[in-house]
């Protein structure tokens, strides 16, 4: 299972961000891959630190044209991903996320639905990587009140079985949700306006998978396998 979590949103009546706008459980095979795409991907990422954004706004923050961001923001609108805000002027409409977070399964027994969950889990993945390679690879870059202290990787790796890795998983996620998740001390701070003037976005992530390209132990291999019956050992 993948999850994202993506701030609250305000709502046309009010300025302040709105509680338990809830979660989406992606299981429309037409949905998940009208979101598997790049630029409506980023066009949430845009939302999620702005709050709202017009067509145009979106446009300067991407560096894609306005006529691009409003096609792609009106098809997540269809999909139900975002809606207009309210409060626009002529034909520039706001736009925000409906939602506080996102969760999809990979593993499906509906091919159409496991198949659309891998692309988006692409799509989703490479933007997380590419942002963590590059932070972490050009920390000289941070701002100068940031230090080893305040961010970094640390990786541990454990040999365990399926339901030791799925315990392991359930609490690591259960700390993470406590510190970090939707309802989390600074979740005001989804507000733009209430952010201290030296904020900065910080990302966290929690990742767990099994490694597919270990390589094998001495004496391991397949040459070393007693002969299947019928063959005999050369």
Excluded at 68 to 89: D, P, Q
Excluded at 149 to 163: I, Q
Excluded at 212 to 221: E, I, T, Y
Aim: aromatic share 6%.
């Amino acid at each position: 299972m993948a999850s994202e979590e993506l701030p609250e949103r305000g709502s046309p009546q009010s300025e302040g961000p709105v509680r338990g706008r809830g979660r989406l459980n992606l299981t429309d095979p037409k949905a998940i891959r009208a979101l598997a795409h790049p630029v409506r991907w980023a066009l949430l990422e845009a939302l999620g630190q702005a709050g709202t954004l017009t067509a145009t706004q979106a446009s300067e923050m991407l560096g894609e044209s306005p006529a691009n961001c409003a096609f792609h923001l009106r098809t997540l609108a269809k999909y139900g991903f975002v809606e207009e805000a309210g409060g626009g002027r002529g034909r520039e409409r706001p736009w925000r996320q409906t939602y506080d977070g996102m969760n999809w399964e990979t593993r499906n027994p509906d091919p159409q639905l496991s198949s659309a969950a891998e692309a988006l889990d692409q799509v989703y993945m490479d933007r997380l990587m590419m942002r963590a390679r590059r932070s972490l690879g050009a920390r000289r870059s941070w701002p100068a009140a940031f230090d080893e202290r305040t961010g970094g990787a640390s990786t541990t790796r454990m040999f365990v079985t399926a339901e030791e890795a799925r315990e392991l998983h359930d609490q690591l996620r259960e700390t993470f949700e406590r510190v970090v998740g939707t309802h989390h001390r600074y979740a005001d701070r989804r507000d733009p306006k209430l952010r201290p003037p030296d904020a900065v976005p910080v990302e966290f992530v929690l990742l767990g998978y099994p490694i597919l390209d270990a390589p094998p132990l001495p004496g391991s291999d397949e040459d070393d396998e007693e002969p299947a019956l019928g063959e005999e050992s050369g």
